[in-house]
Structure formats: structure tokens, C-alpha cells
């Protein structure tokens, strides 16, 4: 039999996850995301596909993440019209990050565009004026007005102008793609293709992909982890163990590090809320605005209602937050035992006594004079854009306030430059001098450690030990440290993909 995958993304990285599997002729995409952090990473979101997007059969979501979805309107757009199946809750959630998405491509595209004339203008206007003083003196007319009288005279110059890579239209039609599958029931992908989708506990609709693939009598099953949450994490179910395979794809995030406890990472959180208490300062809380906002929201309901805080008012200042919390609002099917009793006793666990929204940009600026202190939530999670930026011109230079991260800093960005003690800030232009206190708080993420990782994979043994661990999802300290610990531990073959790389599985 014939199987292949190549990887396309999150090989050598943590963004733009891209998986094509091909069994002979048939060709399924797991995930389509978009490449986030650096400069050089966001430019790879503009190259073409490595394949023919109308010669896919199928797509396989494993959740919605921007890391995960955010191409899939460009590969509508260069010609995909097949199926997109991901859980249903997937799809209420995949809808609001690729609106939101579109918006901003659209938005960077016009600066882009308006900034490239600017330049090209100024440099146009240059080389003009060195052109017509030379053509003056070589006429050799002696008039002074000549230059100015031939610019006049001359038809404007054109500049390069860029495309969004996708916009809200092809958004629309990559929602009429999706379809919605529960956990556990069987997906008939393409020919000789079944899928089953397992919940990975990382944030709400997050999937396991086991997929089948036969070719005769010949079947093989290969394990996408997709992102693997953690055991006890608030609202959704722990990931599930799976038993069998004959490949795995997994994800290495964190793949070198140990998350402190849940409960250290509470403690933790409490005791930031009380400092800000006490200088009468702002908590400031840059939070992924799927999964961890309302988780973090679920945390703090639940320290309320307990006691453990003092009543520090919240303002939510993320718009796309508050339409996610309505998404977990409508799926309390898939939430965990814990959660789904808080609800079934009348409390509502998604939300903080006295919660504020910030609808519009300038409520969101008017926090600055709120009375003290108070908690914000908004985003971005890694700092790269979004309201959180003027609270942060606000906020960094002001010693009673507390930046406090709870979840990853993609490498190349602000997040991750103040996260690592930087001392100042460029935002908008503007240099910020840091002052403020700058916390952070791995207990909350939303990604299974080093030793979770391996406990995950330790349940494939005996006859379901995989042939081949892929480790991917990864920067390349993480992936190496966390292969190594494959072999050792669990006597596994691990190998880590280069980007691009195809691989045929045995
Ligand atoms: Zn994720």
C-alpha cells in the first residue's frame, strides 16, 4: 500500500499546521493553519499551496485555532470545494476566528498597500527631480522653472499593490464547506478513508484525529494528537487516551518544559490579583480569546464563589471572546463532569460576578480612567495586535500594574520579548519603557507538558505500539528534547519532519 504524508506546517515550528496524506490517489488535508509570529513565518501565508487545492478529496480539522484553520478560506479561494469535517463545536468556533481573520488580512493588506505607495511616491519623487535637473542641464536651457513645468507634464508612476490572502467572501464560502461530526462516530472521508474524531481536552471542539485508511485487506491507522490539552483542565474532558496505531503525529509544544501544578498556577493567580489589590493597580491579562479566556473566567467565578479573591471588578475587552464564551455557551454537551453539575445546580460557571463587556474601541480605551484596581482581559495572547496593544502604552510604564501571561509566546513576538525581560516596548512607533510588573503563569496552559506528552503516548503498547512517532508542533529545542525522550522512555521510533519533507509509511 501507498501512504504517504507530507508535512507542510508546524514541522520545525509551532504554526501553520498542514498535513497532506495521500493513499494512491486520493489526498486528504489534516488542518490548514495559518503561520504566526515572526515576520518571516507570516510571509510564508503567501505562498501558493504545495498542491493542487481542487485535487484534494477532503480536509480534517482538529480544532480552531488560527494555527489550525486559518488558511482554509485561501484554499477555498485557490479552488478547493470539497468537504471540511470537524466537530460541531469546531465549526461554531472556526467560524468566528476566520471572520475576525478576514477582517485583519483585509486590514494589514490596505496598510500594506497605502505604505508601499508612500515609499514609492517619495522615492519617485527623487529620482524626478535628479532626472529633470539632468535633462534641464542637458537641453541647456537656463530657466529654472523647466524641471517643475516637465513634472507637471508627466503621468504618475505605478506601485506593486498586494491582495488580501482572503477576505470575509471567501470566508462565506468555506462555512457552506464544513461538516459537523461528534466524537466517536465514524466519517466516511473518501474512498477507503473512515476517520473518527477522539476529544483532545485542549479547548472546546479540540479533536484527535484517528484515521483509517484501507487499500484491500490492507488497513492502517495513523494518530493526529492535534493540540493535546491536560488532565483537570477547567470546562472541557481530559484528552483521550488512544490504545492503537501504526503511526503517530503528535504535537510537541511544550515538549521540553513541565507546567507548574494547576493548583501552584492558582496560588499563583491569587496572589497577583492581591498585589494589584493593594497598589490599587490594573491586572492586565492578554488572553487567547478561545479556550483560555473562558477558562481563566471559569477560575476566577469559581475563586469568588469560594472566597479565595477579593471582589477586583473584570472587564472582558475582547469582542471575539464574548462570541466564543456564547459558542461554549450553546455546547454544554461536551463539557467535563465538574462543569456540567455547577450548571445543573444553577450556577452559571462561565462567568464572573459583575463582569463588564467592552463593545467598542472607545470603552475599551476609557478603562484607563476605570476606579482602581480592576482586572482586563483582551487580546491579543501574544501581544501581536488587537486592544490589548493601547493598554499596553497605558499600562507598561505604570509600577502598580501586573502584565500577567497565562499561555505561550510565540517566538519573534512582543509577547514573548517582555515575557523574557525586555525593558522597553515598540508599539505604534512609540517607545515604551517597561515598569509594570511582568508575571507569568504556565499552570494554565492549555498544552499537556513533557511528562503529559509521554504519559499520552505510553497508552499506545503492546500490539498498538506505533511504527513511527512524527513530532511535530515544535520549536526545534522542543521537538529535539521531546524525541529523545520517545526513544528513551518509550522506546519508540521518533523522528522529527523537516518542512516540506514527504514520508512513506511502511
Ligand atoms: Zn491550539
Not at 503561520?35 to 498542491?51: I, T, Y
Not at 499563583?268 to 491586572?283: F, K, M, N, T, Y
Request: charge should be negative.
Amino acid at each position: 500500500m501507498s501512504i504517504s504524508i507530507q508535512f507542510l506546517g508546524a514541522a520545525g515550528g509551532v504554526t501553520g499546521s498542514q498535513f497532506l496524506v495521500t493513499v494512491a490517489d486520493r489526498r486528504v488535508l489534516v488542518d490548514c493553519g495559518m503561520f504566526q509570529g515572526s515576520p518571516e513565518e507570516v510571509a510564508r501565508n503567501r505562498l501558493p499551496f504545495a498542491f493542487d487545492a481542487d485535487a484534494l478529496d477532503a480536509v480534517i480539522l482538529t480544532h480552531a485555532h488560527l494555527d489550525h484553520c486559518g488558511r482554509l478560506p485561501a484554499l477555498v479561494k485557490a479552488g478547493y470545494d470539497g468537504p471540511i469535517h470537524a466537530t460541531g463545536a469546531t465549526v461554531d468556533l472556526a467560524e468566528i476566528v476566520l471572520r475576525d481573520s478576514a477582517k485583519l488580512q483585509v486590514e494589514f493588506t490596505e496598510r500594506w498597500n497605502r505604505r508601499q505607495a508612500k515609499k514609492a511616491a517619495a522615492k519617485e519623487a527623487d529620482e524626478r527631480e535628479a532626472d529633470l535637473e539632468n535633462e534641464a542641464e542637458a537641453l541647456e536651457v537656463d530657466d529654472e522653472t523647466l524641471p517643475e513645468r516637465m513634472r507637471n507634464a508627466r503621468p504618475e508612476g505605478r506601485t506593486e499593490t498586494r491582495e488580501p490572502i482572503y477576505d470575509e467572501e471567501d470566508v462565506e464560502r468555506t462555512m457552506t464547506l464544513f461538516q459537523g461530526a461528534d466524537y466517536g462516530a465514524e466519517i466516511a472521508v473518501t474512498d477507503g478513508v473512515t476517520a473518527v474524531l477522539h476529544d483532545a481536552g485542549h479547548i472546546l471542539g479540540s479533536a484527535i484525529i484517528e484515521l483509517r485508511v484501507r487499500d484491500g485487506d490492507d488497513e492502517r491507522t495513523i494518530i493526529f494528537s492535534g493540540d493535546l490539552g491536560r488532565d483537570g483542565s477547567p470546562i472541557i474532558r481530559d484528552p483521550t487516551p488512544i490504545a492503537h496505531a501504526d503511526h503517530v503525529v503528535i504535537e510537541s509544544t511544550y515538549g521540553n518544559r513541565e507546567h507548574a501544578s494547576h493548583d501552584d498556577a492558582i496560588e499563583e493567580l491569587v496572589a497577583a490579583i492581591s498585589e494589584v489589590r493593594d497598589d490599587r493597580g490594573v491586572l492586565l491579562v492578554p488572553a487567547f480569546a478561545i479556550g483560555r479566556t473562558q477558562e481563566l473566567i471559569w477560575v476566577l467565578d469559581d475563586l469568588a464563589r469560594d472566597g479565595r479573591i477579593p471582589r477586583v471588578p473584570l472587564y472582558l475587552d475582547s469582542p471575539m471572546a464574548s462570541r466564543a464564551t456564547d459558542v461554549y455557551l450553546d455546547h454544554p454537551e461536551i463539557y467535563d463532569d465538574e462543569t456540567a453539575k455547577l450548571l445543573r445546580s444553577g450556577e452559571s460557571p462561565l462567568s464572573y460576578p459583575g463582569q463588564q463587556f467592552t463593545d467598542s474601541v472607545d470603552e475599551s480605551k476609557a478603562i484607563r480612567t476605570a476606579e482602581r484596581p480592576i482586572m482586563v482581559v483582551a487580546s491579543s495572547g501574544m501581544l501581536t495586535g488587537g486592544r490589548i496593544m493601547h493598554h499596553l502604552k497605558d499600562f507598561l510604564p505604570d509600577p502598580s500594574c501586573t502584565l500577567l501571561f497565562i499561555g505561550y509566546q510565540g517566538q519573534g513576538t512582543l509577547g514573548r520579548h517582555l515575557q523574557d525581560g525586555g525593558k522597553t516596548a515598540r508599539i505604534d512607533g512609540q517607545e515604551i519603557e517597561v515598569k509594570c510588573r511582568i508575571r507569568s503563569i504556565s499552570g494554565f496552559s492549555a498544552h499537556a507538558d513533557q511528562e503529559e506528552l509521554e504519559t499520552w503516548l505510553g497508552h499506545f503498547a503492546g500490539d498498538g505500539k506505533p511504527k513511527t512517532v512524527f513530532i511535530v508542533h515544535g520549536d526545534p529545542d522542543a521537538a529535539e528534547a521531546f524525541a529523545e525522550r520517545v526513544r528513551k522512555e518509550l522506546g519508540m521510533e521518533a523522528v522529527i519532519p523537516k518542512h516540506r519533507q514527504t514520508v512513506t509509511l511502511g
